[in-house]
């Protein structure tokens, strides 16, 4: 079954009818830049939650260790004296620089040593521990778990000066040690992420630093638990990320489709409207001189010679081709009621197969149909007659030199019922199917190319769909898809053919 295009629309090179080149429009693509650009924010969004997300895990995580083992510290400290027991009053800052043990006037100098080895001998053993130190108020390191580090006074380190200042406890997180840095000389290096902290140690009226501890530590199962959230929290961000973009991706797809939709419906809305107001002028006005011609034939056919009435049958049948072409595309541009009747479809089919008979016959064609006696659908009666005339002219002129055109209805799951019209003609090229439902499409010379894209208005308007599928040299087959009509008479499936 062939479909045509006329020549009054632009060729393929963009080059309009009457000269010039028209200058194609560049189509915004909606989908393309929607998924990089998308793709670049959400990326960038989740990236930046990710990274914000895992520092203030591993701040908070230390600055929750750094309390704890402040408190720690300073109650340990407090629980020494009292074991001790030294005056009151006297406070572990006071014990903890060795030079000054022969200034304490209330308690003898052992005491204060055995005081303080005690409390540096609980620091010293604190679980986790790298490196721990203790400073005098002028920043010597009076105590160190690092024989070397006794003696040395750091004068170059901000974050000490910053915790005799502040009175507070200070940590802070690193993953590597600094070379530049005398008092992270470890005995052992750390595996991953290692804590310093700064704990103060006061007087007894809790105003002026007497002493500051220096811990360092690698706690593991703090960072187990700092890495099981990095897995937690990029793992959420990147599901996260892709359900949005996925998420947005399938709506923006399915608001791309619906306008392309109704972009290509609003142009064949548009060019049937223009060609409805220029097409009804030329149709109307060709009716009459068309039907002067075939009465002036006909009359003329009465009195010819036998040679000279071939002719005459010749431009009898060519006005009559005319007359149909006209009818054609006052049809296709008709405004029509969207009411559905219900129509006896095998009878359409009956009624299109009598009024094709003789070219059938003519043409050599063999017609079968398989089906029930009787199917009836949602359409127009005129309509339905318009589809059908169109296909089997089609597939008539696809088969000059005989074949076979075959007509099967079956129902399909109780609400739709199938048409497939088969052909053996020499069917169409990949690009020509593609094409085939384009308005003013055609393929063979002379044609409107309005009846497979009229088929499909029709189709559509009722809730139908139409498909067609071609070889070359092989045949068409055409697939229409009717809606039941409601309250229509089914009737009864025979196996039988009738031709």
Partial sequence: MQQTLENDVPDKAGVPPGGGIATPLKQFNLLRWFSLISLLIIASVAGGLGYVSTRFVVRDSVERDAMLTSQFIQAMAQAEVRHSQLPPGTTMGELLDS?????????????????????????????????????????????????????????????????????????????????????????????????????????????????????????????????????????????????????????????????????????????????GEMSSAVAHSLRNPLANIRSSAELAQEIANPQARKNITDIISQVDRMSRWVRELLVSLRPTSDQAEAVDLVAAIEDTHLAFAQQIERNGVRFSFEGPQSQWVASQPLQLTQILNSLFSNALEAMPKGGELRAQVSEQDGQRVQLLLSDTGKGMTEQQERMVFKPFFTTKQGGLGVGLALAKRIMERFGGSVSLSSREE???????????????????EHPGSRG
């Fill in 99 to 275: 030079r000054l043990d022969q200034q304490h006037l209330q308690f003898s100098p052992a005491l204060a040593e055995s005081t303080r080895v005690e409390f540096l001998d609980h620091v010293e053993h604190l679980p986790d521990t790298l490196l721990a130190n203790v400073y005098a108020r002028d920043r010597t390191i009076v105590w160190s778990t690092n024989p070397v580090l006794i003696g040395k006074r750091i004068d170059a380190d901000s974050d000490l000066d910053h915790a005799f200042r502040s009175r507070k406890a200070v940590s802070a997180s690193y993953h590597q040690a600094e070379d530049d840095r005398e008092e992270q000389k470890f005995l052992r290096d750390p595996q991953y992420l290692f804590i310093e902290n700064y704990i103060p140690l006061f007087d007894s009226q809790g105003e002026q630093v007497l002493a500051m501890v220096e811990i360092y530590k690698e706690p593991q199962d703090l960072i187990r638990r700092i890495q099981r959230g990095y897995v937690v929290i990029w793992a959420s961000t990147l599901v996260g990320g892709a359900l949005i973009y996925f998420g947005l991706f399938w709506i923006v797809r399915r608001a791309a489709q619906m306008l392309q939709h109704q972009q290509e419906r609003l142009v064949a809305s548009e060019t049937y409207v223009a060609l």
């Fill in 474 to 492: 092989e045949g068409t087959r055409v697939s229409l898809t009717f809606n039941i009509a409601a309250g229509g008479d089914h009737g009864a």
